[in-house]
Nanobody, 124 residues
């Protein structure tokens, strides 16, 4: 069972940057897709960025393309989300998720494992 622990959230002013980290415990070779999702108050959860951990392909929501960068450190079993030029509308709880079962890797994928989330608050 993969356990995911997010960190790096916080409160910053608009225009600032944050880097989220997701440490994966119990990571296995069958985990091929990992990503970041967010849910703002009163809104549905959305896939922000996902990565095929074997092939390296990345997929971003249009609203964050060019602003956020997803990456991984295989040696540390850690997934990152670098977030630049943050805006108040980026305020949300950010979750890390992983997928080992079939069905492909996309922002719409049904993920198998979820972290508890880290809160990001952007003030104007």
């Amino acid at each position: 069972q993969v356990q995911l622990v997010e960190s790096g959230g916080g409160s910053v002013q608009a225009g600032g940057s944050l880097r989220l980290s997701c440490a994966a415990y119990g990571f296995t070779s069958s985990t091929y897709c990992m990503g970041w999702f967010r849910q703002a108050p009163g809104k549905e959860r959305e896939g922000v960025a996902v990565m095929h951990t074997i092939g390296g392909s990345t997929y971003y929501a249009g609203s964050v393309a060019g602003q956020f960068t997803i990456s991984q450190d295989n040696a540390k079993n850690t997934l990152y989300l670098q977030m630049n030029s943050l805006k108040p509308e980026d305020t949300a709880m950010y979750y890390c998720a992983a997928k080992s079962t079939g069905g492909g890797c996309s922002r719409q994928s049904i993920m198998d494992n979820w972290g508890k989330g880290t809160l990001v608050t952007i003030s104007s």
